[in-house]
């Protein structure tokens, strides 16, 4: 069974921080990878989307890596801003659903 | 183009009343899905329907809870009757086709469902 964990739960970090959220996976048999954001009251958006072939992603200040041997993805964050307080969610697509991590809840502060 | 749409938008029932939600996925998204989170959990999908029959409907509890999407294209989900444990929010999510490779899903809003 597809179990998905996400460390840390929570982060707080002064803007201008680059960060690192992490997401590990126990079956490495999967289609995709995927990290949402998710703000307050409103539904997940999809911010990258990694192959099962590929190894990384890319997006603006966003980067999202795959190293699907070890079940490991990591989305770094460049330069953060206050606005990119959210809760990020990974989800790996295994069989025929999506999978998804319990979240990390980011605030960046001015 | 306009997103997935989801009413109502929050809701307060007591435990053993019926409440149903209702979802109109983006236009000419063949796939619908159903997805519970519970706070502090991320999604869990309940139901995927294909076009209007469905795909998985494994972890939907179907003692209490319905789902059905009529002609393809909306669907609505029912809880009947229910309890303390079902306070989460329901979200709605749609995508062209069923490949595993390269859909995205677009998710809603969602509607948040307290049960006292």
């Known amino acids: 069974k597809q179990e998905v964990t996400q460390i840390p739960a929570a982060l707080s970090v002064p803007e201008g921080e680059n960060l690192v959220l992490n997401c590990s996976f126990t079956d490495s048999a999967i289609y995709n990878l995927q990290w949402f954001r998710q703000d307050p009251g409103k539904g997940l958006t999809s911010l990258l989307l990694i192959q099962s072939s590929q190894r990384e992603q890319t997006s603006g200040r966003l980067n999202a890596s795959l190293d699907k041997s070890s079940g490991r993805s990591t989305l770094y964050i460049a330069a953060s801003q206050p606005g990119d307080s959210a809760t990020y969610l990974c989800a790996v697509h295994n069989t025929d659903k999506l999978i998804f991590g319990t979240g990390t809840r980011l605030q960046v502060f001015p | 183009e306009a997103g997935v749409a989801q009413s109502p938008r929050y809701k307060i029932i007591e435990k053993r009343q019926s409440v149903a939600f209702w979802c109109n996925p983006i236009?000419?998204?063949?796939?619908l899905y159903w997805y519970q989170q519970i706070l502090g959990q991320g999604p869990k999908l309940l139901i995927q329907f294909q076009n209007n029959g469905v795909v998985d409907d494994s972890q939907l509890p179907k003692d209490r809870f319905s789902a059905e999407r009529l002609k393809g294209v909306d669907s609505t989900l029912k809880i009947q009757p229910a309890k303390l444990e079902d306070s989460a929010v329901y979200l709605c999510?749609?995508?062209?086709?069923?490949?595993?490779?390269?859909?995205?899903?677009?998710f809603g809003p969602g509607t948040r469902l307290t049960v006292l």
């Open positions: 999510a749609s995508s062209q086709t069923t490949s595993h490779s390269t859909d995205t899903q677009y």
């Open positions: 236009s000419g998204h063949a796939t």
